[in-house]
């Protein structure tokens, strides 16, 4: 729709944008209004048969696991694109449409219950946010955006590969060539540990690029440094979480016992993501890249959960997505509000901005303390369900993993709480801020308030969303259960 209105006519395209952006929004929460938490399978599942000569199906439905997901993908987007209401100015169409695009590209993998629908959407999901990058990013936008897809093209071919690999094994054993998932978790037992093995290998180097897992991450820092608010927002918010839910959705699921037998070297790749992304943060000048590194250690967190192969962990890799969305889109929100005012990112360049905006610190506060882990707000509840269920993992079979995952919420609260001492208190160092700053405006705080309230809101009382996610966890966990053995 947005294509088709005149580009010079910028604020109808901007409140078009919103409103087709909170219709989806609306949407998603009927579905979760139907959905029947207590049922482990998929629901509203609708099938339609698209190309027929290889069985591929339009076949799409939700769980606990990726409706969660879906509502955080709605919910997300409009407030991005109210976000950058005054700072993008050149080319609002192109703009509001890629991102329409993008949101459009992340539900579809979100919901895809067909693996040639879901690299469909995954390879359509690089195009808007190449553009969102390469178009409205920073001085070296263009270097940021072809590493983002390049980067994440490589890793998507050899999905591809094993996706058609996995279909002719398919064919093989039933006599129908098929790439709907609910059909291959039936297959996928008996494929051999060898193959099987390369498969996994195959998955799992596209979604850890994605995540991005260490040391697959070089192309992050760089992306949301170069990207716009609302491209920096999309991709910390949801972008990651692709990666990780694929992890969770295909990875276990359909190669189980070569997930177990990977779960130690994978999980210690955690732990030094966990451990390096918070090091790495702790000596950035630039406070947005700071941000982008708390990503790599804050995901290490996920990675640790999914590869534990217990509830709570699970659980709680589930919940951290969602924590790490809320959290680390916030963060971006507010470096992006500072950043229009100044056009200035050098944590050096502040001092002593509490007395100048009081209520944009009192918030930078409160999203730091979310983004530590704080107990009482969000990020506590996944980490800790993380660390007591890898604490207790049967696959991973060591506490040490625990202790050196610990270490990166030390490590958040140095670095997070030292950029917050520098940029907030003391004197105001640069008496250029007190023309140049004012405090959040009207927009910016209706953009705020809603993530505060969930920041809160799963921070006291987490059950509303963990109760969402339980019977579908318990339903993988359970497909699963007969190779965890195979460890002892």
């Known amino acids: 729709m947005v294509l088709f209105l005149k580009k010079d006519n910028e604020k109808f395209i901007k409140w078009t944008g919103l409103f087709i952006s909170l219709i989806a929004f609306v949407i998603s929460l009927v579905v979760y209004a139907g959905f029947n938490s207590a049922s482990p399978g998929f629901q509203f599942t609708h099938q339609t048969l698209w190309i027929e000569s290889l069985n591929v199906s339009y076949f799409v439905g939700v769980d606990g696991i990726s409706l969660i997901l879906v509502l955080l993908t709605t919910f997300l987007t409009p407030l991005t694109l109210l976000s950058t209401w005054k700072a993008i100015d050149k080319n609002v169409k192109m703009f509001t449409f890629s991102m329409l695009l993008l949101e459009a590209g992340m539900l579809g993998v979100f919901i895809s219950l067909d693996l040639f629908l879901f690299y469909i959407f995954w390879e359509a999901m690089l ?11 920073g001085e070296r936008r263009i270097y940021a955006s072809v590493k983002f897809f390049l980067y994440t093209m490589f890793g998507s071919l050899l999905m591809l590969v094993a996706i058609i690999w996995l279909a002719v094994y398919a064919a093989n054993q039933t006599g129908a060539f098929s790439t709907n998932l609910l059909e291959l978790y039936k297959v996928a037992p ?12 195959a998955f799992f180097l596209s979604f850890a690029i994605k995540v991005p897992l260490f040391p697959l991450h070089t192309w992050l820092p760089d992306a949301h440094v170069e990207a716009p608010t609302a491209g920096s927002v999309i991709l910390a918010g949801v972008l990651l979480k692709m990666g990780t839910y694929g992890l969770v959705r295909f990875n276990l699921p359909l190669f189980p016992q070569s997930a177990i037998q990977y779960a130690p070297i994978i999980s210690a790749l955690a732990v030094i993501g966990i451990i390096y992304g918070a090091l790495v943060a702790m000596v950035q000048p630039d406070m947005k890249k700071l941000v982008a590194y708390s990503s790599v250690s804050h995901l290490g967190f996920v990675v640790l959960g999914i590869f534990a192969f217990n509830s709570e962990a699970l659980q709680g890799a589930v919940i951290q997505m969602v924590n790490h969305g809320l959290s680390t889109g ?16 050098d944590i050096a360049y502040y001092g002593g901005i509490a007395r100048i905006v009081p209520l944009y610190s009192t918030i930078l506060m409160i999203v730091s303390l979310s983004s530590i882990g704080l107990p009482g707000l969000n990020g506590f509840i996944g980490e800790f369900l993380i660390l007591l269920g890898a604490f207790k993992s049967e696959v991973l079979g060591s506490w040490w993993y625990v202790v050196f995952a610990a270490t990166g919420v030390i490590f958040a609260a140095v670095y997070l709480l030292w950029m917050y001492q520098r940029v907030v208190f003391g004197e105001v160092k640069n008496p250029v801020l007190k023309e140049q700053l004012t405090d959040l405006n009207q927009r910016e705080m209706i953009v705020l308030i809603p993530i505060l309230i969930f920041i809160v809101w799963i921070g006291v009382y987490p059950s509303t969303f963990l109760h969402m996610t339980q019977s579908s966890v318990d339903s993988l966990l359970n497909q699963i259960a007969e190779y965890v053995p195979l460890i002892k």
Not at 190 to 201: A, E, K, V
Not at 330 to 345: D, M, P, S
């Open 127 to 137: 195009i808007p946010m190449y553009f969102i990058i390469g178009i409205w990013g």
């Open 190 to 201: 008996t494929i051999t540990r060898d193959i099987q093995n390369w498969m996994f290998l």
């Open 330 to 345: 916030a963060l971006f929100l507010l470096v992006g509000a500072i950043y229009e005012r100044t056009h200035r990112r």
